[in-house]
């Protein structure tokens, strides 16, 4: 019953650690390992303690993947189909474009929930490409949630011990050409590279012109409130100038009657 509870508490630390804005992370770790010794567990204190503070672009993935259990379904899902032996080349590029699609959705959908939807191009490529190695590799797609840093896949395709038709081929001799299967699967390699530099240049170009759009509709805005405000003043002006000349007037007139009385 005792492992039970450390277990919970320490499962509980983790949900509330990864999922909280990196920000809050070590004050809120310290008072849960604090609350785990209050309640007379110091192992799971101990390895409340040992948890580390994720990345910004971890963390990211961490509260996409919590706030949305779909996300890891259509990941695995993806990466399972990858994985079926003996793909054609109309397959495979069906499958490249599929999973490029998936990556830029979620990566959009994961800085949206992170309240951050014109994030730098430097985050912005590290969560995708965590995403991206989570279809390709099984152990990273085992630590979405609760992710430390951000991930990248350095191979193509997926789990280079598995035999797929996306896995890297395999050297040719010097006296053979590739085989037609390798030589498709390079071909698909150099083409996903250079589709992945082009959607990255075009949605960087995106997110700048959306960024000055707004800019731009924030100072249209704050002319507009300056010109109401500078209309308010010229009419409060125009007020107390007349204001100031009927006291004017009333002076004149006092100091008019003023003189009279003392005639």
Same mark, same amino acid.
């Given at each position: ?93 069906? $499958?490249?474009?599929?999973?490029? @699609? %998936?990556?830029? *959705? /979620?990566? #959009?959908?994961?800085?949206? =929930? +992170? ?103 924030? $100072?249209?805005?704050?002319?507009? @409130? %300056?010109?109401? *405000? /500078?209309? #308010?003043?010229?009419?409060? =002006? +125009? ?25």
């Amino acid at each position: 019953m005792r492992e039970k509870a450390g277990s919970d508490l320490l499962a509980e630390a983790v949900a509330a650690l990864y999922d909280a804005d990196p920000d809050e992370f070590m004050p809120r770790r310290q008072q849960l390992a604090d609350a785990a010794k209050e309640a007379g567990d110091a192992d799971a204190a101990k390895q409340i303690t040992g948890l580390r503070k994720p990345t910004r672009s971890a963390w990211v993935v961490n509260h996409l993947v919590r706030s949305d259990p779909d996300v890891t379904i259509r990941l695995a899902a993806l990466s399972t189909e990858l994985r079926v032996p003996a793909l054609d080349a109309a397959r495979i590029r069906e $499958l490249t474009t599929a999973r490029a @699609r %998936l990556v830029d *959705e /979620l990566t #959009r959908q994961a800085f949206t =929930l +992170a309240g951050h939807p014109s994030p730098p191009a430097g985050q912005r490529e590290e969560v995708s490409a965590t995403l991206d190695a989570a279809i390709a590799d099984p152990a990273v797609a085992g630590r979405l949630g609760q992710l430390v840093r951000a991930a990248r896949w350095a191979g193509f395709g997926l789990d280079p011990d598995a035999p797929t038709a996306l896995a890297p081929p395999a050297p040719a001799k010097p006296t053979k050409k590739p085989a037609p299967a390798d030589a498709i699967a390079e071909t698909e390699r150099r083409r996903r590279e250079k589709i992945d530099i082009a959607e990255r240049a075009v949605v960087d170009a995106t997110e700048a012109m959306e960024a000055a759009s707004e800019a731009e509709q924030q $100072l249209e805005d704050t002319v507009r @409130r %300056l010109e109401a *405000e /500078l209309e #308010r003043a010229r009419q409060e =002006l +125009a007020d107390a100038r007349r204001q100031a000349y009927r006291a004017e007037s009333r002076q004149r007139r006092a100091n008019e009657t003023l003189g009279r009385l003392r005639q």
